[in-house]
């Protein structure tokens, strides 16, 4: 059984940060790339960032860029996403998820997808307030 389990959200006050976390199981992690996504209430899904397997490329959307950093840890098949400053529209469910393959090729021109991602966790809830 599949299975990528979030935790790390939590409430926090803007400016300040927090870091998510995602275990893998059942699952080759570690030669899949690995991302993280996002849901408000009543918006899309949004993709904010990939990691390839081996952490070789790095991918982020604009609207996190230089704020958060995706990483991972194959060894233990962990995925990490730290956030700094964060801002109260910065407020969703985050989301893990893996895809192999992954479309690598066109991410920068089409963004992350979730139809790119075949697995995907049950979420961590980030709350930041002003």
């Known amino acids: 059984e599949v299975r990528l389990v979030e935790s790390g959200g939590g409430s926090v006050q803007a400016g300040g940060s927090l870091r998510l976390s995602c275990a893998a199981s059942?699952?080759?992690?570690?030669?899949?790339?690995m991302g993280w996504f996002r849901q408000s209430p009543g918006k899309e899904r949004e993709g904010l960032a990939v990691?390839?397997?081996?952490?070789?490329?790095?991918y982020y959307a604009d609207s996190v860029k230089g704020r958060f950093t995706i990483s991972r840890d194959d060894a233990e098949e962990m995925l990490y996403l730290q956030m700094n400053n964060l801002k109260p529209e910065d407020t969703a469910m985050y989301y893990c998820?893996?895809?192999?393959?992954?479309?690598?090729?066109?991410?920068?021109?089409?963004?992350?997808?979730?139809?790119?991602?075949?697995?995907w966790g049950q979420g961590t809830h980030v709350t930041v307030s002003s």
């Open positions: 059942g699952y080759p992690s570690s030669s899949s790339s």
């Open positions: 998820a893996a895809a192999r393959p992954f479309p690598w090729a066109d991410v920068a021109r089409q963004g992350l997808r979730e139809a790119d991602f075949q697995y």
């Open positions: 990691i390839s397997s081996g952490g070789f490329t790095i």
